[in-house]
């Protein structure tokens, strides 16, 4: 049995907007209730449906006002005309927008536009409901050789971390509760990651094992000094192996990897923790995503976090560019080929039960 560490400390945001639509959900006013049940001193029900202007002057007092506000709206229409997420999932639909967090090579940085706060969904009851037309229409897991058996999967957590803010939302547990109660029309598999702990919520939950709960995790070195107002990696390993006993499938996503001093042993470590949590027989991924950024995505990071070490030199980079033209920096080919090298092996020998899905 997984022993159950104190939860990392969870964020209560300084000043919560309610817009007047989200107000007049029942899913938003239980968010409502939820942020004045945590204590939030500053929650705000708006007149209208715009958020008030939260740019600041672009200092830094304005970047951390915004980052530390939530604000509960109704989703676009747009937002309801689901989208491929490659190589995750078939589809993503969106708990929220946005993270408290403090990770220095945050890439939302270079997703989303705007101050970064985070935006919750108020609509996510009606979004949850239209699902079912998309299964069976993916190409990501639905009728591939590899990954087939997932059924059409739907990823939760591309613009957010939804465990960092679940106390607030119950997002996440009302997703998994309808992705294990309602009669699909197909297998399906919601997808959700985190870097987060606080899992004893979602443990007695009725999941029918059709959501995969990931844990991101990375070298103590990178979560030391690059991921700021997270849970401690080893609190996360110890959460997986708590999800993973109550008979949720689990996954790793080992991101983003860089090859910091003495990553082998680091990264060592880490493979052996989760081996060692792991009850006999789980259902465990692994998804592997190098650091890479943008030009855009440096300079707002740079602008967030001025005093980073975070590794940004394009001299050190190879450029990458995707169908359509947008430039990445990511390691050059010898080491991309010495780290795949060694993951690949490393968690064949470590983790031998484990399905490794992508490499990036």
């Known amino acids: 049995m997984t022993t159950a560490p104190a939860p990392t400390r969870v964020w209560t945001p300084s000043r919560v907007l309610v817009t007047r639509s989200a107000a007049a959900l029942p899913y938003g006013r239980s968010v409502l209730e939820r942020v004045q049940a945590a204590g939030v001193a500053d929650v705000r029900v708006l007149p209208g449906d715009r958020l008030p202007?939260?740019?600041?002057?672009?200092?830094?007092?304005?970047?951390?006002?915004?980052?530390?506000?939530?604000?509960?709206?109704?989703g676009a229409p747009s937002k309801r005309k689901l989208q491929p997420i490659p190589p995750s999932a078939d589809w993503r639909f969106d708990l929220a927008e946005g993270c408290p967090a403090h990770c220095q090579y945050c890439y939302l940085a270079g997703s989303l536009t705007g101050p970064p706060i985070t935006r919750v969904f108020a609509d996510l009851p009606d979004v949850l409901a239209s699902l079912d037309g998309y299964v069976g229409h993916g190409s990501i897991t639905s009728g591939t050789?590899?990954?087939?058996?997932?059924?059409?999967?739907?990823?939760?957590?591309?613009?957010?971390?939804?465990?960092?803010?679940?106390h607030l939302t119950g997002g996440l547990a009302t997703a998994i509760e309808h992705f294990g109660t309602h009669e699909w029309p197909g297998p399906v598999q919601l997808r959700a990651t985190t870097k987060f702990d606080d899992v004893g919520p979602l443990l007695d939950l009725p999941h029918r094992g059709r959501t995969r709960l990931r844990f991101s995790v990375n070298a103590a070195t990178v979560g030391r000094r690059f991921e700021?107002?997270?849970?401690?990696?080893?609190?996360?390993?110890?959460?997986?192996?708590?999800?993973?006993e109550a008979g949720y499938p689990v996954g790793l996503t080992i991101a983003p990897i860089m090859p910091v001093e003495d990553w082998h042993t680091e990264y060592g470590e880490l493979l052996d923790s989760v081996a060692a949590v792991l009850p006999p027989g789980a259902d465990l991924?692994?998804?592997?995503?190098?650091?890479?950024?943008?030009?855009?995505?440096?300079?707002?990071?740079?602008?967030?976090?001025?005093?980073?070490?975070?590794?940004?030199?394009?001299?050190?980079?190879?450029?990458?560019?995707?169908?359509?033209?947008?430039?990445?920096?990511?390691?050059?080919?010898?080491?991309?080929?010495?780290?795949?090298?060694?993951?690949?092996?490393?968690?064949?020998?470590?983790?031998?039960?484990?399905?490794?899905?992508?490499?990036?």
């Open 53 to 74: 202007n939260l740019r600041g002057d672009g200092d830094r007092a304005a970047f951390m006002a915004a980052k530390d506000t939530l604000a509960v709206v109704v």
């Open 228 to 244: 700021g107002a997270t849970s401690p990696i080893a609190a996360r390993v110890a959460a997986l192996g708590r999800v993973a």
């Open 145 to 166: 050789l590899e990954r087939g058996h997932e059924g059409t999967t739907f990823e939760a957590s591309c613009y957010t971390d939804p465990l960092a803010i679940e």
């Open 285 to 360: 991924t692994v998804e592997c995503i190098t650091h890479r950024f943008t030009p855009n995505s440096k300079a707002t990071l740079t602008e967030w976090y001025p005093r980073t070490k975070l590794e940004m030199d394009e001299d050190l980079r190879v450029q990458k560019r995707g169908k359509f033209g947008a430039v990445k920096h990511v390691y050059p080919k010898d080491v991309m080929a010495e780290l795949r090298g060694w993951f690949t092996d490393a968690v064949e020998h470590r983790l031998p039960g484990a399905r490794f899905l992508y490499w990036t």
